[in-house]
């Protein structure tokens, strides 16, 4: 069992240009996450999906995409990067207790 | 309103025990959880307990519960510099498997 991959681990960005972030579980679960870490914030709620076909926004959606065709996947897509979305980007999977298994991160940085 | 609040920083000499404290305010909350991030990493799943639940213990942690209080703690026997982290608590929304997070404790360990 791998859990939560993520990929990248790093990336660079210019302002404007646009990117997929990848996020995958092999624990067969319904629910998926996405979070966003900045320092002093803690970790906000970007999108999440309750099952394939079904994403819903969380807290701060603005400027983020994502689809769930696939139990598996959930990748999250910045349309148009800005300096704002410089952060660390997680990725969980919820089991059945409610608990979440998180990725190793991504760390995106847009000039 | 909904709220996780922690102390931002707890310092611990070595060899001591660690209590790292945490009140909730949704008293339908169903489960409670705790995580460990350790730097450049992911959140690690610590431990969780069920709402019905006074205590749980595992290993050198264990996890107290005072429901009439909305009180969450989370003690490190004998603190290892292994255990410097930030430690998140978060409780869940029920059925929609959401989670409301804490801030995180950053745990300073002194030699």
């Known amino acids: 069992n791998a859990g939560v991959t993520q990929t990248p681990k790093f990336q660079v960005l210019k302002t404007g240009q646009s990117m997929t972030l990848q996020c995958a579980q092999d624990m067969n679960h319904e629910y998926m996450s996405w979070y966003r870490q900045d320092p002093g914030m803690g970790l906000r709620l970007i999108h999440y999906?309750?099952?394939?076909?079904?994403?819903d926004q969380g807290e701060v959606p603005n400027g983020y995409n994502v689809s769930r065709s696939t139990t598996e996947d959930f990748p999250l897509r910045l349309l148009s990067a800005a300096p704002s979305q410089t952060s660390v980007y997680f990725c969980?999977?919820?089991?059945?207790?409610?608990?979440?298994?998180f990725g190793p991160g991504t760390r995106l940085t847009v000039t | 309103g909904e709220d996780v609040e922690q102390s931002l920083f707890l310092s611990v000499r070595e060899g001591d025990s660690s209590v790292i404290n945490c009140t909730y305010t949704d008293s339908s909350s169903t489960y409670l959880y705790w995580y460990k991030q350790e730097p450049g990493a992911g959140l690690q799943l610590l431990t969780y307990?069920?709402?019905n639940m006074d205590m749980k213990q595992d290993q050198r942690l264990t996890v107290l519960l005072n429901k009439k209080d909305k009180h969450l703690s989370l003690r490190i026997a004998d603190t290892q510099t292994g255990d410097s982290a930030i430690y998140f608590c978060?409780?869940?929304?029920?059925?929609?498997?959401?989670?409301?997070w804490g801030a995180g404790t950053k745990l300073i360990i002194k030699p």
């Open positions: 999906s309750v099952g394939a076909g079904i994403t």
């Open positions: 969980a999977s919820t089991g059945t207790s409610g608990e979440q298994y």
């Open positions: 307990i069920f709402s």
């Open positions: 978060a409780e869940s929304k029920g059925s929609n498997y959401q989670l409301i």
